[in-house]
């Protein structure tokens, strides 16, 4: 079993940066894939950023340039730096990791809010 937990999400001005962490305990010498998802209010959960254990990266394009996702080994923390934030990046920000057996866990998500 693994836990997540996020955190570093709250309210910033448009413009403004914040860095989220998903911290994982248990189970955590077989992490495979690291991912950030979103959802917004009437949306459907969207992928954000991921990163494997070898460091390669995905980010989505709507993010891009802006968004950098990044990981701890030593610290079992995945991180994601979110600059230049927009009003439309407002959603609960969920933490995923894929083992290398294939299990999947999520975390309870943190509320990042973009607003003047």
């Known amino acids: 079993q693994v836990q997540l937990v996020e955190s570093g999400g709250g309210l910033v001005q448009p413009g403004g940066s914040l860095r989220l962490s998903c911290a994982a305990s248990?189970?955590?010498?077989?992490?495979?894939?690291l991912g950030w998802y979103r959802q917004a209010l009437t949306n459907e959960r969207e992928l954000v950023a991921l990163?494997?254990?070898?460091?390669?990266?995905n980010v989505a394009q709507s993010v891009k340039g802006r968004f950098t996702v990044s990981r701890d080994n030593a610290k079992n923390t995945a991180y994601l730096q979110m600059n230049g934030l927009k009003p439309e990046d407002t959603a609960v920000y969920y933490c995923?990791?894929?083992?290398?057996?294939?299990?999947?866990?999520w975390g309870r998500g943190t509320q990042v809010t973009v607003s003047s």
């Open positions: 995923k990791i894929i083992t290398t057996g294939g299990y999947t866990y």
């Open positions: 248990g189970s955590v010498f077989d992490i495979n894939t």
């Open positions: 990163i494997t254990k070898g460091g390669n990266t």
